[in-house]
């Protein structure tokens, strides 16, 4: 079985400070992992994904996330914290076979203060 | 880009009654998904569907949940007689064969009186 937990229901930083989103999976076979973004009213956008070769992945609007297998961790971090960064954050676990179900963490909604 | 449509965006039904949420995948993705969000947790699985059956199905898919691919576009969620728990954010996602991720729709909130 596999598992997320996210550290934080909710994390606020001021506008342009760095974004740590911490991510901490459970998983007996190698992991995909994934982090997904939802805006208020919308869908879940996939930010990146790590699946295997590097594991500093970059993603859309300047995220980007380090797998470490020591740590089993996946955070999300982002160098300057825009207004538009406001939103609720994902972390999901997939296994390696093909096109499995994701196993999602409980998100963290991310406020950025002006 | 291309994107997963689903429809109605807000369901209000009675408890006890069925209701069919709808989803239009992207077109040339094979697999497809429901996942659900109640209010405050986690997104859950719900089941996946391939070739025509459902590949992978979670404890929460019971025998009051279908899925169907009624034509080339659709893919469908029908819960059969509604309970007040079934209250939640439904998604639908859809993905390339042998390929992550799993591209998501906007949801369809259901709300059961």
């Known amino acids: 079985a596999q598992s997320v937990t996210q550290l934080g229901s909710h994390v606020s930083v001021s506008e342009g400070a760095l974004v740590l989103l911490r991510c901490n999976y459970s998983s007996s076979v190698p992991p995909y992992l994934f982090w997904y973004v939802q805006y208020p009213n919308q869908g879940l956008q996939l930010l990146l994904k790590?699946?295997?070769?590097?594991?500093l992945v970059k993603g859309i609007n300047g995220f980007e996330a380090e797998f470490k297998k020591s740590e089993t961790s996946f955070h999300l971090t982002k160098p300057s914290a825009h207004m538009s960064d406001a939103a609720e954050y994902f972390c999901a676990v997939s296994d390696q076979r093909r096109n499995t179900p994701l196993v999602f963490g409980k998100g963290t909604r991310l406020s950025v203060i002006a | 880009e291309p994107e997963v449509t689903q429809t109605p965006s807000h369901q209000v039904t009675q408890m006890g009654q069925e209701v069919i949420l709808r989803c239009v995948p992207i077109s040339n993705h094979l697999y497809f998904y429901w996942y659900r969000q109640i209010l405050g947790q986690k997104v859950e699985f719900l089941v996946s569907?391939?070739?025509?059956?459902?590949?992978?199905k979670s404890e929460i898919f019971d025998d009051q949940f279908s899925v169907e691919r009624p034509d080339g576009s659709n893919f469908t969620l029908k819960i059969r007689s509604t309970k007040l728990e079934d209250s939640a954010m439904y998604f639908c996602?859809?993905?390339?064969?042998?390929?992550?991720?799993?591209?998501f729709g906007d949801g369809t909130r259901l709300s059961i009186l």
């Open positions: 996602a859809s993905g390339e064969a042998g390929y992550q991720p799993q591209h």
């Open positions: 790590y699946t295997t070769g590097a594991t």
């Open positions: 569907f391939y070739n025509n059956e459902i590949s992978e």
